[in-house]
């Protein structure tokens, strides 16, 4: 073989092992996508927070007991909260951050009760990390009929490339409705927490569906 065709021959192979190392990284690149979320809820034993999206449904159970602790605890109605990117695997298995802050006019009560649950001076914040399940939320009512008292917040997601997964494989949403419209997993009931800008604030009660109420309405 002369110089030259080997020479051809070994670039050729090096273009076609450069051009499938780029395929195979472009397959395996996280897809991304924006999550529209207009619910966030919490067990009434704070053991499972939930987070409600168009298109799934965000349970994460794996909670640290600092967090568990505030979100059974009066404590709750006084943080904010923000959450950083989602990251789900082709498992639907889902991980991400969240840090929670005191608010500014919160009494000296709740002060007290943030340093003994972990906040950090000075500005009294908290920073987590959470593990669950995404869900399908197909078949679930729209966000519009779910709650009048919520607005969206935005979550981005970023995944494994789904291309090879087989269709149907994203299990369906635990979270069902109850007979007078409350929002349950399992058996057990949900407790709302309240989006408040970029931020979401704990709420009192239990989302329930239906249409809005009317402004000035009296609300059961």
Same mark, same amino acid.
Do not use: W
């Given at each position: 073989? @002369?110089?030259?065709?080997?020479? @051809? ?43 409600? #999206? ?5 349970? /994460? ?20 909260? %923000?959450? %950083?990117? /989602? ?8 991980? #991400? ?24 001076? &000075?500005?009294?914040?908290?920073? #987590? ?9 197909? #078949? ?5 009929? +779910?709650?009048? /008292? ?18 149907? @494989? ?29 931020? /979401? ?10 249409? &809005?109420?009317?402004?000035? +309405?009296?609300?059961?």
């Amino acid at each position: 073989m @002369k110089r030259t065709e080997f020479l @051809k021959g070994t670039l050729s192979v090096s273009a076609l092992l450069s051009l499938d190392g780029c395929l195979t990284r472009k397959l395996y690149e996280p897809r991304k996508y924006e999550e529209t979320a207009s619910l966030f809820l919490v067990t009434e034993d704070g053991s499972q927070l939930v987070v409600l #999206g168009e298109k799934y449904h965000y349970v /994460f159970d794996h909670i640290t007991p600092s967090l568990r602790q505030i979100l059974v605890s009066p404590l709750r109605r006084a943080v904010a909260a %923000s959450l %950083s990117e /989602f990251y789900v695997t082709r498992e639907n298995v889902v991980t #991400g951050d969240y840090t929670l802050a005191l608010l500014a006019d919160a009494p000296d009560e709740d002060r007290r009760r943030a340093v003994e649950a972990g906040f950090q001076a &000075p500005e009294l914040t908290l920073s #987590g990390h959470l593990e669950g399940v995404r869900y399908s939320a197909q #078949g679930f009512p729209p966000r519009g009929e +779910a709650s009048e /008292f919520t607005r969206p917040y935005v979550v981005v997601v970023r995944e494994q490339d789904s291309r090879s997964r087989l269709a149907g @494989k994203i299990v369906l949403t635990p979270i069902t409705v109850a007979a007078d419209g409350a929002l349950v997993i399992g058996v057990v009931a949900l407790i709302a927490l309240v989006v408040a800008g970029p931020f /979401f604030r704990a709420g009192v009660g239990v989302p329930r569906l239906g249409p &809005p109420v009317p402004s000035g +309405a009296p609300r059961p």
